[in-house]
């Protein structure tokens, strides 16, 4: 069984900082992973996904993220953040033969000024 | 536009009442799937269905039933015994393959009073 982990539910940052926000899973064969990004009473959207080929990822809104199968990590970043990043953000495997994603609990991230 | 729509976006029903959630896509995927998403616990997988008239039960299928008539359409139906409806539900739709992302609706927030 796959399983993701996002270690914090809340990261509060002021505008212009950097962010990290962490997502570990595990899983016994190889996965694909996602981020996406859900604004308040919306559905979600995809920032990035890790497929396979190089380790970092570009998404939307200026977000990356590095695949470290050794840690089994997938950790979000951005080198500054904007009022409007504030959201909920989640981590997602894909598990089985078919596309059922198995999501994280979420982390909330807080932009202040 | 192409996407996915759900219906209606507030329902509140009393206790003891069956309530159907629509879902209509127009991305001409195959696969659609029901998520359920309440505060601090991620999105978990209620039913999903790869193709017209074949469904699958997720992690907390118990007290909800699906269809799937036709390839734009996958309604959930939240049954009396279901014992806390009160929930976000979000429906997502995807094509095949296990690399392909879900796209999602914007989601259908259900008040049981």
């Known amino acids: 069984a796959q399983s993701v982990t996002q270690l914090d539910s809340q990261v509060p940052v002021f505008e212009e900082a950097p962010v990290e926000l962490r997502c570990n899973y595990s899983?016994?064969?190889?996965?694909?992973l996602f981020w996406y990004v859900q604004y308040p009473n919306q559905g979600l959207q995809l920032l990035l996904k890790?497929?396979?080929?190089?380790?970092l990822v570009k998404g939307i809104n200026g977000f990356e993220a590095e695949f470290n199968k050794s840690q089994t990590s997938f950790h979000l970043r951005k080198p500054s953040v904007h009022i409007s990043d504030t959201a909920e953000y989640f981590c997602a495997v894909i598990r089985g033969g078919y596309s059922t994603l198995t999501f994280g609990k979420g982390t909330m991230l807080l932009v202040s000024p | 536009d192409g996407g996915i729509t759900q219906s209606p976006k507030y329902l509140f029903r009393k206790e003891g009442q069956n309530v159907t959630l629509s879902c209509e896509q127009n991305l001409n995927h195959d696969a659609m799937y029901w998520y359920r998403q309440d505060p601090g616990q991620g999105l978990r997988l209620i039913y999903y269905s790869q193709i017209v008239n074949d469904f699958q039960k997720g992690d907390i299928a118990e007290g909800y039933s699906v269809s799937r008539e036709k390839k734009e359409s996958f309604p959930l139906t939240v049954t009396s015994a279901q014992k806390n409806p009160t929930a976000f539900y979000l429906c997502?739709?995807?094509?095949?393959?296990?690399?392909?992302?879900?796209?999602f609706g914007q989601g259908t927030r259900l008040t049981v009073v």
């Open positions: 997502a739709s995807s094509s095949q393959g296990r690399s392909t992302e879900a796209f």
């Open positions: 899983s016994s064969v190889s996965v694909y």
């Open positions: 890790y497929l396979s080929g190089s380790t």
